[in-house]
Structures are given as structure tokens and as C-alpha cells.
């Protein structure tokens, strides 16, 4: 009867207090309450039975509906709750993916390009009420994801960026431009842009300034992310006869005083990731800096459980008296 109970009235349970009183009046009164007969001998009573052992059962059962009625009284009953939400600030972001040769760099685990896609599948996955797309950019740039709210299409599109679809180089101001252009006829009330490089920009004929104040013009918000250690890396630095990559140790340079000016610029913040920990921690981070406003509706249905406890309190109280007007009748 109590699985998933709540009572909207618990003080009536202080009552239940009453029933040990209850009790000790009943062991103090019973003789009062039990006639009694003096005779010399109790000889011809020996064989009376278990009958009359039996009647303080009576008083049991009073005392079972008398808790009873006070369960039903603390009026247990179970809550029903549904839920409705309501996006009140949409948020639409566009990533930007660096996706050159030097992404294949091994400073992060097992490299930059495949530890930033499983950060930023998490990052994707913590956003179900905003729009997302995705833009990766080498030597030149492409959308290949537009802005959507069906996350299972954007987390596909992410597995599927590798590096070799784009001729190599680093146009962050393609990238940043194409952004630009995913959101510029956006209605969301925020719009964002995540652009992650490594690297210096040298190519594309967009220059990174241009497509800054472009996003400015419409008002997006870039957040940038720099990816590399301090100091070398092992980097490819040549290829082998078989077409695979030959690795070597590279001065990592990434050109953080443009990163920061794009962000700047765009009222976003630059952030530098070092390692896998780092990185996930800055994606960790402008997803507590880029909340989504939810309205929230609850609906509260309850279903009165009390009557039950009325109906056990009466049967027991019919039982009772039962008993004693038949079974008990000649020893009461």
C-alpha cells in the first residue's frame, strides 16, 4: 500500500504516539475491565480452553484500525509528474575544424584531429536544445553540416571529417568566412562560432581580419581554440614511397595573437589546449559560457490513496465487534 506514497498531511502521524498509552491503559485497566469470581477451589475450571486467552485480540484490532485511520487521516497518495519544456533562447553554433596535415600531430592522443572529434562529439551531444553545423577548412573551406537540431546527423558528419578531402594548408579566415556565412541569416538570438586551428594562416584569399569583422557585422560571437604543446611536436614532416606519412619532431606554431584578435573582436574568448585534458576542459568550459534558456512546466496530478486505510479501519472495527458479540460473548 505505501510503494511510491507520499502524504499531504505527515503531522497526523505524531498521533500514532496515542497507541503505546493506548496500550499501557489497557494492561493497567484489565482487571477493572475483567469480571472476577472468589472461590476456594479452580479445580472444575482447569479444562476452559484457549478461548478466553484469546480476547485481548479484541483490543488488538481496535488498535490496528485506530492506526488505520490515522494513516488515512495523514492522506497518503500518489503524484503523477510530466514535464514540459520550452526553448526561450535558442542558440545555433557553427565548429570550425582545422583539418591539415598538421592535425595528424601526436602531441595529443592518439593525435590532434581524432582527440578533438571525440571531444567535440561530447560537447555536440550536451546540446539538444541548440542548432549545430559544422565547417572544415584546410587550404581551402567547405560546410559539411548545415546548422541542425538532429544531432545524429552532425555527429556522423564530425566521424566523417578526416584529413585529405581538402587541399593542404591553413585558411582560417576561409574557415571563419564560411562560418560567417552558415549564420549570417540565422534567427537564433545567439549565434556562435568555435574555430580550432593549429597552425599560422597561409592560405585561402580571404584574410582572417576580413571575415572577423564580417562576424562582428552580424553579430556572432567567435570563441577560437588553439591545439598544440608548447614547444615540438611529432608532426608529419614528409611523405614515405608508399604514401603513408613520415613523422618527425616540428616546432609547434600557432598564431595566438590572431586568435585572440578574432576573439576579441567578436566579444568571444581564445583559449590555448595543450593536451587531450585541456581540450576537454575548454569545450567544457564555453558550454557553461553558452546556455540555452529552457522554460520549464511541471504538471502535478495526484491520486488519493486514503480510502483503502478507511476501509481496512472498518473492517477491522466490523471484525471486532463480530467477535465479540459472538465467539467473546460470554466472557465479556
Known amino acids: 500500500m505505501l510503494d ?13 504516539l496515542l497507541l503505546p498509552l493506548a496500550i499501557l491503559w489497557y494492561f493497567f485497566k484489565r ?10 477451589s479452580i479445580k472444575g475450571f482447569s479444562n476452559s480452553g484457549l478461548l478466553p486467552k484469546l480476547k485481548p485480540l479484541l483490543f488488538v484490532f481496535r488498535l490496528l484500525a485506530l492506526a488505520a485511520i490515522i494513516v488515512a487521516m495523514a492522506r497518503p497518495q500518489t503524484e503523477d509528474i510530466s514535464t514540459r519544456t520550452k526553448t526561450t ?26 582527440a578533438l572529434k571525440e571531444v567535440a562529439a561530447d560537447f555536440i551531444k550536451e546540446r539538444p536544445n541548440d542548432r549545430i553545423g559544422l565547417v572544415a577548412y584546410a587550404g581551402e573551406a567547405y560546410t559539411k553540416t548545415p546548422i541542425t537540431s538532429d544531432k545524429s546527423i552532425v555527429l556522423n558528419a564530425l566521424r566523417e571529417i578526416t584529413y585529405g578531402q581538402l587541399n593542404d594548408g591553413t585558411a582560417i579566415g576561409m574557415g571563419l ?25 597561409n592560405s585561402g584569399f580571404i584574410e582572417p581580419q576580413t571575415a572577423a569583422d564580417l562576424a562582428v557585422e552580424y553579430g556572432i560571437k567567435t570563441y577560437t581554440i588553439g591545439l598544440g604543446t ?11 614511397a608508399d604514401g603513408s606519412f613520415r613523422y618527425g619532431m616540428r616546432q609547434v606554431e600557432i598564431d595566438e595573437q590572431l586568435l585572440q584578435d578574432i576573439a576579441k573582436a567578436t566579444g568571444g574568448q581564445y583559449f590555448r589546449a595543450t593536451d587531450n585534458e585541456k581540450l576537454e576542459a575548454i ?13 520549464e512546466f511541471k504538471y502535478y496530478k ?24 459472538t465467539l467473546f460473548r460470554s466472557f465479556i
Do not use: Q
Open 283 to 295: 569545450y567544457e568550459e564555453i558550454n557553461k559560457l553558452e546556455k540555452t534558456e529552457i522554460e
Open 31 to 40: 482487571r477493572e475491565l475483567t469480571p472476577s469470581l472468589k472461590i476456594s
Open 177 to 201: 568566412a564560411t562560418s560567417v556565412n552558415r549564420l549570417k541569416e540565422s534567427k537564433a538570438i545567439s549565434k556562435i562560432i568555435i574555430l580550432l586551428t593549429d597552425g599560422v594562416n
Open 302 to 325: 495526484y491520486d488519493e490513496r486514503f480510502r483503502s486505510w478507511v476501509f481496512l479501519a472498518g473492517a477491522l472495527l466490523l471484525f471486532e465487534w463480530l467477535l465479540r458479540n
Open 89 to 114: 533562447k535558442g542558440i545555433d553554433i557553427v565548429m570550425a575544424i582545422d583539418v591539415s596535415s598538421s592535425m595528424l600531430a601526436r602531441d595529443l592522443k592518439p593525435n590532434r584531429l581524432s
Open 4 to 16: 511510491n506514497i507520499s502524504f499531504a498531511n505527515p503531522e497526523f502521524f505524531w498521533l500514532l
Open 230 to 240: 608548447n614547444g615540438n611536436a611529432l608532426s608529419p614532416i614528409a611523405y614515405n
